[in-house]
């Protein structure tokens, strides 16, 4: 019998799992059968993103690394996050008293990084020197 692997900060609490259980894709009909356990899955996916490290460093005692980049990378693709998300985003707006959706959006210009010129050095006219057009 295997041992329980080692816990980290990243992982998912039964109440977190219980809300994002609902959350993921069914496994698609026909072909064969999903094996891969999906809370340690998201255990793997979440330690990489807190971590910060490459995928392929994930601990061995995690999903393999390439079963989760390419779990990953086909819910960047088809939205499955953004659905989490945004259902997590309701979630906590409902949880604090307020409507699910936002009334109002506020953008503060001042975030936006901008040169300080105010225009791309592509764009600047190269001077040359005398002695440089003289060669």
């Not at 356990?37 to 996916?45: G, K, P, Q, S």
């Not at 659905?83 to 001042?110: F, H």
Request: proline residues 5%.
């Amino acid at each position: 019998m295997a041992s329980p692997r080692r816990s980290y900060p990243s992982d998912l609490t039964d109440k977190e799992w219980i809300i994002l259980e609902k959350l993921i894709p069914a496994p698609l009909s026909g072909g064969r059968p999903r094996s891969t356990n999906m809370r340690e899955l998201l255990n793997t996916i979440f330690y990489v993103i807190k971590s910060g490290c490459s995928w392929r460093m994930v601990p061995n005692d995690l999903v393999t690394w390439g079963t989760a980049y390419d779990y990953f990378r086909k819910w960047c693709r088809d939205g499955t996050w953004e659905k989490i998300n945004e259902a997590l985003r309701k979630k906590t707006r409902l949880a604090s008293g307020r409507q699910e959706e936002p009334s109002a959006v506020c953008i503060d210009s001042q975030s936006c990084k901008t040169t300080s010129k105010g225009g791309s050095v592509d764009m600047m006219v190269i001077r040359k020197s005398k002695a440089v057009k003289d060669i």
